[in-house]
C-alpha cells in the first residue's frame, strides 16, 4: 500500500501504514471537499508508448508500398505455380514464384506490424545508441521465421473472418434495421445509456426480457422453442418478486474489426440471451490502446454499479446478476472480482492479526494493573479471553459508528500514528486527513466483511475532551496508544501475519475502490484467459506477442501482468483469501480446438477456485470448438456449422442461472 504524507503544524513527516490506514485502500487525497456526494477522482490514463518520429515517417512511407505490393503479389502467385508445370515456362516461372513467395512472406508479416503493432514499442526494438537504425526504421519484424508465423496467424483469421464475421454481418444487418430500427425496437432495447465512464462515449445498452421467455429448458415434457413436443427435464427461468435474471455481457477487444460501438457488435448474442428470458446488459468498456487495464477495471466497477442500481426499472432482478466475458474480457471480468477479494481478504487478515494482539496485550495490563479485584470475577475475565483468543475471532470493547475498531484507547478521541521510526504522529493533523478522504457510494452495512472499505463516516470527536500531559507535553493518553501500536506492530505473531502477505501480493490494490462492486450471483467465462505469464508465453509462441493487447493493456512489465493475473493473486492469496468475497459460482466453457487461449487457462482457473474453497465451479469443455466459435455458436443467424454446439451451451447457461 502506498504510503501518505501527513502534515503537522512543525514538520511533515511520512508515515507507515498502520491498521487504520490499511482499511482505506484508496490513495487519492483530495485538495478540496467533493463537489457532490457521487463525486469519484477523475482517473488519467496512461497514453501508450509512441514511436519517433523518423520511425512514423518510415512507417507512413512503408505503408502505400506493401499494400500494393499485396494486392499485386497475392493473385499472381497460384498463376505462377500453376506455370511452373508447363514444361519451358516453368524454367523462367520458378525464379519469379520464389521471388513472389519471399515477397508475401514479409509483406504479409509487414502489414500486421505496420498497423497492429507501432504504438507502445518494446523495450527490445530501442536503441540508446542515437544512430542505431532501430531509432530509425519502423518495427517490422526481420526473421523469416517469426514472418511465417505471423503469415500463418494472419491466415487462419482471415479464415475464421470468411466463415464468422461476413455471414454474422448480413444477419446483423437485418436485425439492426428490422428489429431494432422500427417502432418496436424501444420495447426490446433501451440503447446509449451513460453510465459515468471517465473516458468519452462509454454507453450500454439495456435489452429487456421478453414477455413470455422462450429457453431450451422445460421442467416437464412439453412444447419446445421450435413448437414440437419436447421431453427434455430443464426449466424456463422464472421471474422473481424483483424481475428477470440479469446477465451483462462485457464486450471484448476486437482491434480492427471494431468499425462500430463494440456493444452493438453483440446484437445478436444480446437478443438470444432475451428471448431465454433474461434482462441482458451490454456495455462499452475501455480497452487498449485508449488506455490500459486500470480504466478497463474501473469502467467495469462502473457498469455493475450501475446495473445494480437501475436494472430492476428494466424488469431485472439486482440480486441475480451474472457477468459474461469472452476471450480479453473474460480475463478482465476474473481480474476485478479476485482483485477485490484478494485485497479485502489481506487487509482483513491484518486486522485480525491486529486486534488479536491488541487484546492479548490489554488482557496482560488489565491482570496486571487491577490486583485489587475480587479474585473470582478476574479469573472469569481471563478464562473468558482465553477462549476468545483460542477461537480467532476478532473482538472489540466499543463499537465506532463504522462498525470496526482501530487502534484507539477506551474514550475513542483520536487514531495513533506512527512514523518510520516508531514516532508518534500528529493527532490532530491526522484528524484533519480523515476528515478529508471522503468515500462515496458506501454500504452502512459494512460489518461483517473481513477488510471492508472504510467510509466517510467520521469516527472521531472534532473536539476531544482534554487528557493530562506527559511530563514532556504529550497527551498521557496518546503516549500509551503510542507504546501499545509500537508493542502490537513489532510483536512476533503480528510478524508472522504480515510474512504470510507476500511482498507482491502487498502492492495489489483496488482500482477505484470507492465504486462499490454489487454482490454477483455468478460469472460466464468463455474461452477466458486466467494466467496472463501463460498467456503471453503461448503468444510468443505463436509469434504474436506484439500484435496482441495481452502484454501492452496488463503490462508492459513483467511485474505488471503478475499483479494483473487473476490466477497469480488467487495463488498468491490462497492461505488468506475470504471465499465469502468472491461469487459462488462459476461456469467455464472452452474448446479443445481453442489456438488462441488454449484450454488449460480454464483448467488452471478451476484449479484454482476448487483449491481455495468455491463450491459450485463448473468446466464444460467441448473437443471440437474453436475460440471464436464458443462466442459465435450463440449469434442468431449463424450458418449451422458454426452452431453445433449451440444448444449444450445455451442449456449450459440456463442451467447455470437456474440453479
Not at 515477397?103 to 518494446?122: K, S
Not at 422445460?218 to 424483483?242: E, F
Not at 446478476?321 to 478482465?332: E, N, Q, T
Not at 474514550?411 to 486527513?433: H, I, Q
Amino acid at each position: 500500500m502506498a504510503q501518505r504524507e501527513h502534515a503537522s503544524s512543525s514538520s511533515t513527516t511520512a508515515t507507515r501504514p498502520t491498521p487504520l490506514e490499511r482499511r482505506r485502500l484508496s490513495t487519492v487525497e483530495f485538495h478540496s471537499p467533493p463537489p457532490s456526494p457521487t463525486y469519484y477522482p477523475e482517473h488519467e490514463p496512461t497514453p501508450p508508448i509512441l514511436p519517433k518520429r523518423t520511425q512514423r515517417v518510415f512507417a507512413l512511407l512503408l505503408k502505400p508500398l506493401v499494400l500494393p505490393a499485396l494486392a499485386i503479389a497475392l493473385p499472381a502467385w497460384p498463376l505462377l505455380a500453376a506455370a511452373c508445370a508447363i514444361p519451358v515456362i516453368g524454367v523462367m516461372a520458378i525464379p519469379i514464384l520464389l521471388l513472389i513467395s519471399v515477397l508475401l512472406l514479409y509483406v504479409i508479416a509487414w502489414i500486421c506490424y505496420l498497423f497492429l503493432a507501432q504504438r507502445d514499442l518494446p523495450a527490445t526494438w530501442t536503441n540508446a545508441h542515437r544512430w542505431s537504425p532501430r531509432n530509425f526504421f519502423p518495427f517490422v519484424p526481420i526473421n523469416p521465421i517469426r514472418c511465417a508465423k505471423v503469415d500463418l496467424a494472419a491466415f487462419r483469421y482471415t479464415v475464421t473472418a470468411f466463415r464468422l464475421v461476413f455471414p454474422a454481418m448480413f444477419d446483423w444487418s437485418y436485425r439492426r434495421i428490422m428489429v431494432i430500427g422500427t417502432t418496436k425496437g424501444s420495447r426490446v432495447v433501451k440503447e446509449g445509456i451513460l453510465y459515468g465512464s471517465p473516458s468519452r462515449g462509454k454507453r450500454l445498452d439495456v435489452y429487456l426480457p421478453a414477455e413470455a421467455p422462450v429457453s431450451v429448458h422445460s421442467n416437464v415434457p412439453g412444447v419446445g422453442p421450435d413448437g414440437h413436443r419436447s421431453s427434455s427435464t430443464t426449466s424456463l427461468p422464472t421471474a422473481s418478486s424483483n424481475g428477470m435474471p440479469v446477465i451483462v455481457v462485457i464486450p471484448s477487444m476486437l482491434g480492427p474489426l471494431a468499425i462500430t460501438s463494440k456493444r452493438r457488435l453483440y446484437l445478436q448474442l444480446a437478443l438470444r440471451l432475451r428471448r431465454m428470458g433474461y434482462c441482458v446488459i451490454v456495455a462499452d468498456i475501455t480497452y487498449y490502446p485508449e488506455s490500459r487495464i486500470k480504466s478497463s477495471v474501473i469502467d467495469l466497477r462502473l457498469v455493475l454499479r450501475w446495473t445494480a442500481k437501475n436494472c430492476q426499472r428494466y424488469g431485472g432482478d439486482p440480486s441475480k446478476i451474472y457477468v459474461l466475458g469472452h476471450g480479453l474480457s473474460a480475463h478482465l471480468i476474473m481480474l476485478t472480482i479476485s482483485q477485490e477479494a484478494v485485497v479485502l481478504s489481506r487487509e482483513g487478515h491484518l486486522d485480525r492479526a491486529y486486534e488479536r494482539e491488541r487484546h492479548m496485550l490489554r488482557a496482560k495490563h488489565e491482570s496486571g494493573s487491577h490486583h485489587g479485584r475480587r479474585y473470582g470475577e478476574q479469573d472469569g475475565r481471563n478464562e473468558e479471553g482465553e477462549e476468545w483468543l483460542k477461537s480467532g475471532e476478532v473482538r472489540t470493547r466499543k463499537r465506532v459508528a463504522s462498525g470496526y475498531s482501530d487502534a484507539l484507547d477506551e474514550e475513542m478521541d483520536e487514531p495513533v500514528r506512527l512514523d518510520r521510526t516508531g514516532r508518534r504522529g500528529s493527532g490532530e493533523a491526522n484528524g484533519a486527513a480523515v476528515e478529508k478522504e471522503g468515500w462515496v457510494d458506501e454500504s452502512e452495512e459494512s460489518a461483517g466483511i473481513p477488510g471492508h472499505v472504510m467510509g466517510s463516516i467520521q469516527r472521531f470527536s472534532s473536539s476531544p475532551s482534554p487528557q493530562p500531559l506527559h511530563p514532556n507535553g504529550i497527551s498521557t493518553s496518546t503516549s500509551r496508544k503510542t507504546e501499545e501500536a509500537e508493542s502490537i506492530l513489532s510483536s512476533a505473531a503480528y510478524r508472522k501475519a504480515e510474512d504470510e502477505v507476500g511482498n507482491g501480493l502487498r502492492r495489489v490494490e483496488i482500482y477505484e475502490p470507492e465504486v462499490e462492486l454489487p454482490a454477483i450471483a455468478g460469472v460466464i467465462l468463455l474461452s477466458g484467459i486466467s494466467d496472463v505469464i501463460k498467456g503471453f508465453r503461448s503468444e510468443s509462441e505463436r509469434g504474436l506477442e506484439h500484435l496482441s493487447y495481452l502484454r501492452r493493456s496488463t503490462g508492459p512489465s513483467h511485474f505488471n501482468c503478475l499483479i494483473h493475473s487473476p490466477a497469480h493473486l488467487l495463488y498468491a492469496a490462497k492461505n488468506i483469501v475470504d471465499t465469502r468475497l468472491l461469487p459462488q459460482k462459476f461456469l467455464l466453457v472452452h474448446g479443445g480446438k481453442d489456438q488462441v487461449v488454449p484450454v488449460e487457462q480454464s483448467t488452471l482457473l478451476k484449479t484454482l477456485l476448487v483449491g481455495i474453497g468455491v463450491e459450485h465451479v463448473r468446466l464444460r469443455a467441448y473437443r471440437n470448438l474453436g475460440h471464436a466459435e464458443s462466442i459465435a455458436c450463440l449469434f442468431l443467424g449463424m450458418a449451422r456449422s458454426n452452431t453445433r454446439y449451440t444448444r449444450q451451451i445455451s442449456e449450459d447457461i440456463s442451467s447455470f442461472v437456474g440453479q
